[in-house]
């Protein structure tokens, strides 16, 4: 049993240099720390990211959200036991009283959710995954299935009428570990072909750390580089491809532009069908936009069978509209986001929602990420299977295929990879 002694928060940089709120938790065990991300196509029916509107920083500062948490939040969760979870989530979302956490910041309440997560593992002598697991009452043995991005497009790359992300999916590994190894071959297999065939301007990054070549406007091109690069890197026929539209960033009036062409929603479901059947395209994130529910159902009854639909700025992590979309029919997965939501809870109520319907989902990073570790410990944690962490370089992305890493070796002969059998949830 472990008192929280001392909570407090401060304001530190996310990987595009843009303020985030980190936030201490103590107790007579040490201290814990945690950082939250920050997205840059956000979904609308996120919970509130709260910034200064000041001066500094762009207007981007946090330190309301950090005054929240050391005056309001540590007042009120002093005290508690580091290992009740969901009573001190409950406490906090009392507190905000909104229901987009828009009073004290979702950025604020999820610092100090992840920060006692970290400490009620410590007290408990357990790994984080394993104390994560205790939470959503599972034995952790699944490692998540990498979803790699090599190329940035869209809001993440300065370019308009995109696809955002371009991702491999290791799916015939035996094992994480192995996985990853492929994807981070064929990644660099990827950056010699761009160099060589564009220049230097060919291998700029996007802000996920994926290849941004300004020169390949056409995803069908994209795609077949990837896979170009995947045989190079001698791993044909093992790796998928999966993308992530994030529709909503080239929707306007019922139209869709993308790659300089207007598509109405029957059109988009054809062009979707025709990749995925052209191409091992075997995931397609926010193929719709955020609230064009009627297109989603439709993509939904053509597609659905033999793809993984997933809603990320539809669902926002979120059980209302996660209950909307079971309702309707409207995808078979969902994307989630801690900060999308707010508290770690809430996370896994969205997930247990999901898995309970037999939708897969996949725990994702932001475009703004830190050096916090956390979601990986969540991935393996909930058996979830499936993640999403951006390219295999850059630190703020790498901690989380690392700390895998480290998760898979402790977890020794008990360690299970889905490969193919990634939508399968907890195996
Ligand atoms: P974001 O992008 O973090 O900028 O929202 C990630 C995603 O859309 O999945
Ligand atoms: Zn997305």
């Excluded at 909570?7 to 936030?23: M, W």
């Excluded at 297999?189 to 065939?197: H, I, S, T």
């Excluded at 992305?397 to 002969?413: Q, S």
């Amino acid at each position: 049993m472990s008192r929280i002694i001392g909570v407090k928060a401060r304001q530190v940089l996310d990987s595009r240099g843009t303020p985030t709120v980190e936030a201490e938790v103590k107790t007579l065990d040490g201290v814990y720390r945690a950082i939250v991300p920050s997205g840059a196509s956000t979904g609308v029916h996120e919970a509130v990211e709260l910034r200064d509107k000041g001066k500094h920083y762009f207007s981007a500062g946090v330190s309301k959200a950090v005054n929240n948490v050391n005056s309001i939040i540590a007042k009120a969760i002093k005290g508690q036991n580091s290992v009740s979870q969901k009573k001190i989530d409950e406490i906090m979302i009392k507190l905000d009283g909104t229901p987009n956490k828009g009073k004290l910041g979702a950025n604020a309440i999820l610092a100090v959710s992840m920060a006692v997560c970290k400490a009620g593992s410590a007290s408990k002598h357990l790994p984080l995954y394993d104390f994560i697991g205790k939470l959503y009452g599972v034995d952790p043995k699944v490692m998540p299935v990498p979803m790699c991005n090599v190329i940035n497009g869209g809001k993440h790359a300065g370019q308009e009428n995109s696809i955002q992300e371009h991702m491999l999916i290791p799916s015939g590994a035996k094992s994480y570990s192995e996985g990853l190894m492929m994807v981070v071959e064929s990644y660099h297999q990827l950056k010699v072909m761009l160099k060589k065939k564009y220049g230097a301007s060919g291998i700029l990054l996007g802000d996920e750390g994926g290849f941004a070549p300004k020169q390949l406007t056409k995803m069908e091109d994209r795609f077949s580089l990837m896979l170009k690069a995947v045989k190079k890197a001698g791993y044909d026929g093992k790796v998928d491809l999966a993308i992530d539209a994030a529709a909503s960033e080239f929707y306007a009036k019922g139209k869709y532009t993308l790659e300089g062409k207007k598509y109405d929603a029957d059109q988009l479901i054809r062009h979707y069908e025709k990749l995925a059947s052209k191409y091992p395209l075997v995931s397609l994130e926010d193929g719709f936009a955020e609230d064009d529910w009627k297109s989603w159902v439709k993509l939904n009854s053509h597609l659905g069978k033999e793809v993984q639909l997933v809603g990320d700025d539809l669902f926002v992590t979120n059980t209302l509209r996660i209950e909307e979309g079971i309702l309707k029919g409207a995808a078979n997965a969902v994307l989630i986001k801690v900060n999308q939501i707010g508290t770690v809870s809430e996370t896994l109520d969205a997930m247990k929602m999901a898995h309970e319907v037999g939708w897969s989902s996949i725990i994702s990073h932001r475009s703004g990420e830190t050096e916090d570790a956390f979601i990986a410990n969540l991935a393996v944690g909930t058996n979830d299977g499936q993640c999403k962490f951006g390219a295999p370089a850059r630190s703020e992305r790498v901690t989380k295929y690392n700390e895998l890493l480290y998760i898979e070796e402790d977890l020794g002969e008990k360690a299970v990879y889905p490969g193919k059998d990634f939508r399968k949830i907890g195996l």
